[in-house]
């Protein structure tokens, strides 16, 4: 122990381990550690669990189909055909190698300045708030879009040389002409999909009070939540996924990507997302010129298909931590907090007694997350805003089942698009509220940042 | 005179490069494959074809199958390049309705032969991409820990400890399940084999989504299922701890590769088929989310260490598995399957539990007595009722006859033959199962 931490400061903040419930933690660690049910799912939601799975396998199929109807509607433009192909293994996407790679888990999100329906970001007028780049048969995709990466060297206090890469966002083959200078593009990569029915049922009211818009408390840390439309409750809510904290419901979020990458119909999103000047979109929509297929059309996605997708994900469990009790990984755990990483990614949170889920009720969870919107400085952004959330702003990603990522993916990255290759990457890129956090990160004798790396990787 | 097909396609023959897709001369920007593949296997093609081939878009068409014959009969072949499917009983009816263009293969490394079964086209229209077997998914810890010997044949499916640790694919609801059964009923006899599914049906779970019959086994609902071989080794490659058992009378069948006749991306098309069929692109059938076999033999010497080599198979027995005969009647073997076991399997349950009973009192009476056969005329009993209890309404002789009645899985084109001939089966089932309770009612000794 003394070998390995020299330092009295770092035994002094070793930490108790976190451990979580293990009614919705499963001992996993291998490649499917990502796609377990929670072990307290009742037998029929369990049932329902495995229907949503094969939901979010399936390829959807361009219309009519005489065999399958029922998974027919992919389009006219959309990004993928399937919920897998961006949520791998449910874990995380993979952003594009370079120039000659295209973006196959990771999409790009449009607008220009102002705002739109409640609040929204204000779509492009022509290519919409999602690019697409492909199209059904007859419809033209919006073009090709990747990134090509520039790579510099950061140097850590002892002189460690740490290769940090910024992508360049390229759009090419513009389908529908040119983009304009006006445009915002926000690169998002498909994040991991465990514990979110549990993040769903930590109550508002819990968020509201970990928010400190005005930094009362003068810790620099200024986590606020983001308001957003709730398109079933015609009304505002906290927003708590997406990237940007920019949907209130999985089912919402579910529905979003099912509308905006597969170009899936549903009842809270009835209404393709052609714009006007895509014709061929519309036209293959079965909208005219001017005018909408009209609320009453059978949406492309079933309610129950909904549904079943959506119990999918809210009841993928979180594997469990490993190697928590080791001395390494209890410092690390110490020093997490002791660095104020904690103030942000907040340890444990419990959910409250009305779940979506029965199972999902009054657990304490460690996802740590605090779900609010927090200024990530310069460099993380994206320079567009999302309801409340700034071009500086992101939502506090949830660490659990970090440590497994490489066992999940094939080319395992981190950071809303990727570009971080390693969570020692992810953390220089931390900026904003977190600078402090990242400054004492740069400063730690090795051994610190190999407990604090040993701590992420039992997560 | 050449058919219509081969004089379309002449010009554009050309061989199949089996050294990677490195046409000398630039692709077209895109080629269009249709496919009914997972996304699982059909992103890390697109992703290594796309690498390998920059400039050309990989645009994937997914449709089942018989949404993709209807595809690739309009007169432009709905725009499609390549065909590239798990669907055995497509391609040979696609090629003779002129869909695809000649391939040339190089059989020196593409054999389009596996465990003894061709699985290309003899024609030379269509060429096996990978092949998958057929057989048993196993929980091995929780056979040992409750001192059951782990199956090795399909007859040992019938065993009485399965009691509840099986799950079966409802053969009319699993796209896998017409081939598995077929092979199981080529392998044990038309009769012999009926018998045996319904004796393990009766305790069995019937599980009618693919994926979730080896599910059952990873997450603990059964220790025992039947199934195509992928869902078992990619369960084992990420990580589950069950195994897979091949039975020694099984059969590997294959996907297969096409290129349409009025493909509009032609070298696209071939370097896509090039790929697939090359050493790289058959590698990636050892990914672990995929677990297919290549069917090329070279590739071997890379796969992950307990591979099975369908080449080179161990344990096998001689078997010649009839591919043809058995596309003729998964129809068949579906509808009774629903009709036999789906529909009845509480009743089953019922009939197997009394027949098990009385062997049981048979067994015990004979160890009691130390007399192989102490009852003849209850022994007699039980076997007619076993033998009723397998009835099967539709005779080996006749399946060849009624297959076509029944041919594809998911049509009912003769709705009103089938539900008469379904009336028929259920009313001569019924009198038999009722004629084997009895009998095995009776052959219960007197309390």
Redesign the interface.
Known sequence: MRRVLPLAAALLVAATPVLADEAVTVPVQGRDAFSRPLPALDPVRRAAFHAGRSLFQQVWTVGPSEVRPDLDGLGPLFNRQSCIACHAKNGRGEPPEGESDSMRSTLVRLSVPGSGVGMAPQPHPVYGDQFNPDGIPGVPGEGRATLVWSERIDRLADGTPVALRRPDLRLGNLGYGPLGPEVMTSVRMAPPLVGLGLLEAVPEADLLALADPDDRDGDGVRGRVNLVWDAARGAYAIGRFGLKANQPSLRQQNAGAFDGDLGLTSTLFPQHGCTAAQTACRAAAGEGPGEDAGDDARPELSDEQLDLVTLYTRALAVPARRNADDPLVRVGEGLFAAIGCAACHTPTLRTGPSAALPELAGRTIHPFTDLLLHDMGEGLADGRPDFQATGRQWRTPPLWGLGLTAAVTDRPTYLHDGRARTPLEAILWHGGEAEPAREAVRRMPSLNRKALLAFLDSL | MLPLSRRIAAPLLGSILMFGSGAGWALEDRVVVMT?Y???L??RY??AF??AN?GT?L?????????AA?ELAKPDQ??VDVYWTPSLGSFPRLRDAGAFRPLAVDRAVLPGVVDGQFVSDRQGFFEAFEVAGYGMIINPAALARDRLPQPATWRDLAATRWTGRLALPIAGQVGFSGALYDILLQAEGWEAGWALLGEAAADATLVG?G??VS?SVV?GEADVAVTVDFFARS?I????PVALVYPPRTAFLPAQVAIARAAPHPDAARAFVDFVLSAPGQALLFH??IRRYPVRPDVYAQAPAGTVNPFQRIGAEPYAYDMEMGLNRHGLIAALFDTLIAARQDRLKTLWGAIHAAEAALAAQSTAQSTTNPDPERTALVGRARMLAGFVPVAGADVDRLAPMFQDR?SNRNPEEQAAMRKDWSARIDAAHAEALELARRALPTP
């Open positions: 009914s997972p996304d699982e059909v992103q697109e992703q796309e690498r920059p878009d645009q994937v068409v997914w449709k089942p199958s018989r949404d209807v709905g725009g989504s994926g979730q599910e997450n369960a490659a990420n990580g589950h672990p989310d998911r």
